[in-house]
Nanobody, 127 residues
Framework: QVQLVESGGGLVQAGGSLRLSCAASGRTFSSYAMGWFRRAPGKEREFVAGISWSGDSTYYADSVKGRFTISRDNAKNTVYLSMNSLRPEDTAVYYC????????????????????WGQGTQVTVSS
């Protein structure tokens, strides 16, 4: 089972940028599809972005498309989420997740299909 640790969260003004990192333990990281989810205060956890094991396929929630970019470096066992043009509504705890099974976009957008989760990192965007 892969273990995940997120970092890079913080406080930023609206319009600013942050890059989140998710470091994974284990030698099989490259076989995992990865995703980022977030949970805002008083709201349900929601899908943000996903990336296939090879990095060839990426998926985004409509709310972040064009502003966020997911990427991965399998040599470093790390997945990233670059966030630009941040808005106050992006304020949330961001979680990294890993999934062993293959599948199309549906399986990336639903948290139930992910096998391992990080502890989360707080992102706060001030107006």
């Amino acid at each position: 089972q892969v273990q995940l640790v997120e970092s890079g969260g913080g406080l930023v003004q609206a319009g600013g940028s942050l890059r989140l990192s998710c470091a994974a333990s284990g030698r099989t990281f490259s076989s995992y599809a990865m995703g980022w989810f977030r949970r805002a205060p008083g709201k349900e956890r929601e899908f943000v972005a996903g990336i296939s094991w090879s990095g060839d396929s990426t998926y985004y929630a409509d709310s972040v498309k064009g502003r966020f970019t997911i990427s991965r470096d399998n040599a470093k066992n790390t997945v990233y989420l670059s966030m630009n043009s941040l808005r106050p509504e992006d304020t949330a705890v961001y979680y990294c997740a890993a999934r062993r099974t293959a599948g199309g976009p549906y399986y990336y957008t639903h948290a139930t299909y992910f096998d391992a989760w990080g502890q989360g990192t707080q992102v706060t965007v001030s107006s």
